[in-house]
C-alpha cells in the first residue's frame, strides 16, 4: 500500500508540473499500475496517440493491442505472435506449402510450423526428415502412410480434427483424398526445421549411381532410366485405390505397428467441460506414438477466458484455428504483452510463463496448444492461490479472506464471460 501512494504521489507531482495540465487518469492505480504510467489512458494530449507518419491501416487495425495496449502492459519481450496469412505459400501442381520457422519467427527455438493443402490426389512424396512431424487436419480428407523401426507399414485415412506423428526419421507420405483434397497444419519438434529440405526419396534415387540402384534394388539400372531427376516435392497423382487395397498391397510380415501413428482429437474426452469452452488433450498417455509432442486443443466460448496459467515442462507453440482473441504474456520484469489472434495466427509462449487467451469475439474461438514434451503439463494461477494459506494470500494481495475463500479450487481451464 506504501508504495502505491507514494506512487500516486509521485505522479500527481509530476501532471502539475507539466506544460499540458490535464489531470493524468487514474495512474499508479489498480488496472493502471506503472510509473511512468504507459497506455492511451494516461496521454494527456490526444495528439500523442495519433499516427500521422506512414502506416498501413489494413494491416494496423488487425492488430488492435498493438495500437492500443491495455494500460497494464508493460515492458518488452521478444515478438510471440506469428501468421501463416504473411508466409509465401510454395505452389506446386498437386498443393502447396508455407511456413513459419525459427529463421522467420525468432522466439520459436522447439517447434516450426508448415501450413499445406493437397488437392484430391495431389501427393506430398515419400521423404523422411531428422525431426519427428505432428499434425492436426483442419480440412478436408488425407492418407497418411509411415514404416516404423521395426519395419512396419502403417496406412489410414484421417479427416478433419485428426492428427497424426511420425516419429523422427520414420519414412512418410501424404495424400489428398476426394471430394476436394485436405489442408493441415505441421509441426516438427524442432524450430530450424525446412519443410522446404526434408530428404525426399527421389533426390537419394537420382543421387545414386545407376549399378548401385541395381544392386540394391535387384532389378537391372536400365529399369530407373525414367526416374525424375530432382526432387518433386508436392506433386497431382490420382485419387488413390479404398483403403483396405492399399494396405493389402503395403503389407508386411513384419506385422502392423503397436499402436496407431494417427489419432482423433476432436473426439477425444472434454477437459474441464464448461459453461466457458473446453479442453481435448492428445499426449503419450492416450496418443501413445506422440513421444515427442503433446497438444491441447482449447474451445472458448464468446466472451470467456482460457483461465491464467503456465506449462512448466515446454515452450507452447500456438495456431489459431476459429475466431479471434487476445493473450497477453506476462514475465520478470515486470514485462506484460498483449497480442490479438486471428485464423492462421500463430502464437508462442516461453516455458513458464504466465500467460491468459481471451475470447473477443462473437464467434467460438479454437486454438491449438502444441508442446516439445510427452505429456500435457500446465499450473493454474488461480488454483495454486486456492490451494496456499490463505492467510498468506490475503496478506500478499490485500484481499479479504473471504474473497480468497471464493477462489476456484479446481479451476476449469475455461471460464464463462
Ligand atoms: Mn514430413
Ligand atoms: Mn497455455
Not at 1 to 24: D, F, N, P, Q
Not at 38 to 48: E, R, S, Y
Request: aromatic share 10%; net charge negative; charged share 15%.
Amino acid at each position: 500500500m506504501k508504495r502505491v501512494s507514494r506512487r500516486g504521489v509521485l505522479a500527481a507531482t509530476a501532471a502539475s508540473g507539466a506544460a499540458i495540465g490535464a489531470k493524468i487518469a487514474n495512474a499508479a492505480s489498480f488496472g493502471n499500475p506503472d510509473q511512468p504510467p504507459q497506455g492511451a489512458v494516461n496521454a494527456t494530449n490526444k495528439q500523442g496517440l495519433t499516427i500521422p507518419g506512414p502506416h498501413d491501416e489494413g494491416l494496423a487495425s488487425t492488430m488492435p493491442t498493438f495500437l492500443d495496449p491495455p494500460p497494464t502492459d508493460v515492458g518488452s519481450m521478444p515478438e510471440f505472435w506469428a501468421s501463416f496469412n504473411l508466409a509465401q505459400r510454395r505452389i506446386q501442381d498437386g498443393g502447396w506449402g508455407r511456413q513459419v520457422t525459427q529463421a522467420d519467427f525468432a522466439i520459436s527455438s522447439e517447434i516450426s510450423g508448415v501450413d499445406m493443402r493437397l488437392s484430391a490426389g495431389g501427393i506430398r512424396e515419400l521423404h523422411w526428415h531428422q525431426q519427428a512431424e505432428w499434425a492436426i487436419m483442419t480440412y478436408g480428407n488425407c492418407r497418411v502412410t509411415v514404416l516404423d523401426a521395426q519395419g512396419r507399414p502403417y496406412v489410414a485415412d484421417v479427416t478433419e480434427g485428426d492428427l497424426w506423428y511420425f516419429p523422427a526419421g520414420m519414412p512418410h507420405s501424404l495424400q489428398g483424398l476426394g471430394p476436394d483434397g485436405a489442408q493441415f497444419v505441421l509441426a516438427f519438434d524442432n524450430g530450424v526445421s525446412s519443410e522446404f529440405n526434408t530428404l525426399p526419396a527421389t533426390d537419394w534415387m537420382a543421387h545414386t549411381p545407376p549399378e548401385v540402384l541395381a544392386k540394391n534394388f535387384g532389378v537391372p539400372a536400365e529399369a530407373f532410366k525414367n526416374i525424375p531427376l530432382q526432387n518433386r516435392w508436392i506433386f497431382q497423382g490420382k485419387v488413390p485405390p479404398p483403403l483396405d487395397e492399399v494396405r493389402t498391397a503395403m503389407a508386411s510380415k513384419a506385422g502392423v505397428p503397436e499402436y496407431p501413428f494417427t489419432f482423433s482429437l476432436s473426439n477425444a474426452p472434454k477437459v474441464s467441460d464448461g459453461n466457458g469452452g473446453f479442453v481435448q488433450i492428445a499426449d503419450s498417455t492416450n496418443f501413445k506414438v506422440a513421444k515427442s509432442v503433446a497438444a491441447g486443443l482449447v474451445t472458448i466460448r464468446p466472451g470467456a477466458l482460457r483461465t491464467m496459467h503456465w506449462h512448466p515442462n515446454a515452450d507452447e507453440w500456438q495456431y489459431y484455428l476459429k475466431g479471434t482473441g487476445r493473450m497477453t504474456v506476462f514475465n520478470a520484469g515486470p514485462a506484460a504483452n498483449t497480442a490479438n489472434f486471428h485464423p492462421g495466427d500463430i502464437g508462442y509462449v516461453k516455458k513458464g510463463l504466465g500467460h491468459y487467451i481471451e475470447n473477443t469475439g462473437s464467434d467460438d474461438l479454437v486454438m491449438l496448444a502444441v508442446f516439445r514434451a510427452p505429456r500435457y503439463e500446465e499450473v493454474s494461477f488461480s488454483n495454486w492461490l486456492a490451494h496456499s494459506p490463505p492467510e498468506m494470500v490475503a496478506a500478499t494481495f490485500n484481499l479479504d479472506p473471504e474473497v480468497v475463500a471464493r477462489f476456484p479450487k479446481n479451476s476449469p481451464d475455461v471460464v464463462p464471460e
